[in-house]
């Protein structure tokens, strides 16, 4: 699915999630076994704060909401956790999730990008460890975590990717990687019209990333087709 269509699915899932959250079933059965779901933010704060935010939402409406971070990351939500709890009566909670950079032979410099997406890799297994313990309902995943999908396959649990960016970038992105109008232009600078979108949006390809003009190193390719994949 790719332009209006993407935009299309987006918003009638949201809307089919919500409605599921307000059905009188998941009220009954909440007051048997209460619904859980599973939030796992990337770690740097632009993503962190709105994955807090939609856990927020969903556990206003009685749904038990548990945030997956790493050691280093729990000070961020604790407190802010620990107010909305009290003042607004809802059910967030955290779990730390081992860093791989614990363990031997793992770099514990994870200043450069690769380094930093190759701990993020690591991450699943142990995430896989916490998904068996507690048995979520439901996974939102950040769109950061390719393999966030297929943990929860293997769990047969729901997974939905959270991502941070307005409607626009994964429509725009998704229709330059389908039909890459940036090759038919004869420079950087000359203006082309991305296909497949009900308005004329025009970029040039000196607007684009490295790795939406195929010019990033071969691992950032590679880890962003997965992302697409997954």
């Not at 935009?7 to 599921?20: A, D, G, N």
């Not at 796992?40 to 556990?59: E, Q, T």
């Not at 896989?128 to 047969?156: I, Y």
């Amino acid at each position: 699915l790719f332009g209006s269509q993407f935009c299309f699915l987006q918003s009638h899932v949201c809307l089919l999630f919500y409605q599921l959250l307000k059905s009188d079933e998941l009220a009954m059965a909440s007051t048997q076994t209460q619904f859980h779901m599973f939030f796992l933010p990337y770690i740097v704060p632009g993503h962190m704060i709105p994955c807090l935010d939609l856990a927020r939402l969903f556990a206003t409406r009685g749904i038990k909401c548990t945030i997956v971070t790493t050691p280093l990351k729990i000070p961020f939500f604790a407190e802010a956790i620990k107010i909305d709890n009290q003042k607004l009566g809802i059910d967030i909670n955290l779990l730390s999730l081992k860093f791989p950079y614990e363990e031997p032979g793992f770099p514990k410099e994870c200043k450069s990008t690769e380094n930093s997406f190759k701990a993020i890799a690591e991450l699943q297994y142990p995430f896989g460890v916490l998904m068996e313990e507690f048995h979520p309902n439901c996974l939102v995943a950040d769109f950061q975590f390719p393999w966030a999908s297929s943990v929860a396959k293997e769990f047969g649990v729901p997974c939905l990717s959270f991502d941070v960016c307005s409607y626009i970038y994964p429509c725009v992105s998704s229709n330059l990687n389908r039909y890459q109008p940036h090759k038919e232009v004869s420079s950087d600078s000359e203006h082309f019209v991305v296909p497949g979108l009900p308005h004329e949006i025009k970029l040039r390809r000196a607007d684009l990333a490295p790795y939406e003009k195929g010019e990033s190193e071969k691992w950032m390719i590679e880890l962003v087709d997965r992302i697409w994949e997954g």
